[in-house]
């Protein structure tokens, strides 16, 4: 199983980024997908959230800024970014869960920047 992020970047406050995650080794229609952040010196956080029937969920802080968005033909998920701020800076994670049936699985993390 390998889940691949990327998109991260440096960007100015106010930008935008779409980050991207390759799934693979899993059956990616069945999974539940999700974005996480883990800023310096904090814990990781849940930011977003796509069910496999394509329900989403978001953490206040991004609501209404931030996007999720799933390709099950290309085994994708997307986070797209708008309106960003210092305090989104932080490393983002994707992680695709199971559920009873399946596994918990975790990408490497994409590193977003964003400059004041």
């Known amino acids: 199983v390998q889940l691949q992020a990327s998109g991260g970047g440096l960007v100015q406050a106010g930008g935008s980024l779409r980050l991207s995650c390759a799934a693979s080794g899993i059956i990616f229609r069945l999974y539940a997908m999700s974005w996480y952040r883990q800023a310096p010196g904090k814990q990781r956080e849940w930011v977003a959230r796509?069910?496999?029937?394509?329900?989403?969920m978001y953490v206040d802080a991004v609501k209404g800024r931030f996007t999720i968005s799933r390709d099950n033909a290309k085994n994708m998920v997307y986070l797209q970014m708008n309106s960003l701020t210092p305090e989104d800076t932080a490393v983002y994670y994707c992680?695709?869960?199971?559920?009873?049936?399946?596994?918990?699985?975790w990408g490497q993390g994409t590193l977003v920047t964003v400059s004041s």
């Open positions: 796509i069910s496999s029937s394509g329900s989403t």
């Open positions: 992680n695709g869960n199971g559920g009873f049936t399946g596994g918990d699985y």
